[in-house]
């Protein structure tokens, strides 16, 4: 949504259909409203978010507040670097998601003890 440098804005959310890191990341979960994978959209796109505040340079991983509560670091992120540079953060939050995900698929899954059915009473 934010590869090309004139769908991405600096300085608000959404500027016409123009978004900045974090309302493409919006944009793309409410896109899915009413789906029946909603729940997984959500759960993947805040992983995400996840992914990306981890991505951010060390000095620039927490949250800023402000008279008018707190800001989020990917939206400073977005309006203190170049369109190249948050783009190219968007790209490696893919390929450590990607990885995440193909050794999350890779990992079997155990039962547990409360994974068992329960007993049928007779």
């Known amino acids: 949504m934010i590869e090309d440098e004139d769908s991405?804005?600096?300085?608000?959310?959404?500027?016409g259909d123009r978004a900045c890191s974090l309302g493409a990341m919006?944009?793309?979960?409410?896109?899915h409203l009413g789906d029946s994978d909603y729940g997984e959209v959500v759960g993947a796109g805040c992983a995400g978010l996840d992914i990306l505040r981890r991505r951010l340079p060390a000095g620039e991983r927490f949250f800023i507040g402000s008279c008018t509560g707190f800001l989020d670091p990917i939206a400073v992120f977005n309006d203190t670097h170049t369109h190249a540079e948050v783009v190219a953060l968007f790209q490696k939050a893919i390929r450590v998601a990607k990885r995440l995900d193909a050794e999350a698929i890779a990992i079997p899954v155990e039962q547990g003890p409360y994974d068992a059915p329960l007993p049928v009473p007779a």
């Open 8 to 15: 991405w804005c600096q300085g608000q959310m959404f500027q």
């Open 26 to 31: 919006s944009r793309f979960m409410t896109s």
